[in-house]
C-alpha cells in the first residue's frame, strides 16, 4: 500500500485509509480501530504522498523522511510523539539534519512521528521505503 490511499482529516485523530469512492465524498478506514466513516466534501483532507517537510535545501517528501525514520530505528518504533519538545526536535534533527526549525514546528514532528508509528505499528513502513530505495534518483535519470 501506497501513501497515496493513507489520508489525514481534520478534526478526527490518526490515519485513515481510502476505501470506496461515494457521490458525496468516500468512506474512509481509520488504522487505529478499523472503523469506517464516511468522509463529505466538507472535511479537510490530506493525502500523506502530497506532504512535505520543509528543509534548508527546498521540501522532502514525507515518504522519504519516514524512510530515514526507519533506517534510524532499524525498521522499529520512533520515540514517543508525547515526549518533550526539546527530545522531539533533537531526534528529528538526528533524523533530518537540514530541516528548516522556523518553519517545522514541534506539533509538525510530533505528527510526522505519531504517523509514523502509527504506519509501523501496521506494516505499512516497509512498503514506503521499499518504494523510496526503488525510486530513481535525480541524479541517476540525467
Known amino acids: 500500500m501506497s501513501l497515496d490511499k493513507i489520508v ?4 478526527k485523530p490518526g490515519l485513515y485509509h481510502l476505501r470506496a469512492q461515494t457521490r ?4 474512509a478506514e481509520s488504522l487505529t480501530d478499523g472503523k469506517k466513516i464516511p468522509v463529505g466534501l466538507r472535511h479537510n483532507v490530506s493525502v500523506l504522498s502530497e506532504i512535505s517537510i520543509y528543509t534548508l535545501d527546498g521540501e522532502e517528501p514525507l515518504r522519504e523522511v519516514f524512510a530515514k525514520i526507519s533506517a534510524k530505528e532499524d525498521g522499529g518504533k520512533a520515540i514517543d ?7 522531539l526536535e533533537a531526534y528529528f534533527f538526528d533524523v533530518l539534519p537540514n530541516f528548516d526549525e522556523d518553519r517545522v514546528y514541534a506539533s509538525d514532528i510530533k505528527k510526522v512521528i505519531q504517523w509514523y508509528n502509527l504506519l509501523q505499528a501496521n506494516d505499512l513502513i516497509e512498503a514506503q521505503t521499499e518504494d523510496v530505495s526503488e525510486a530513481p534518483k535525480a541524479d541517476e535519470e540525467e
Not at 489525514?8 to 478534526?11: E, R, T, V
Not at 458525496?24 to 468512506?27: L, P, T, W
Open 24 to 27: 458525496s465524498g468516500f468512506i
Open 8 to 11: 489525514s482529516i481534520s478534526g
Open 81 to 87: 510523539h508525547k515526549a518533550s519538545k526539546n527530545e
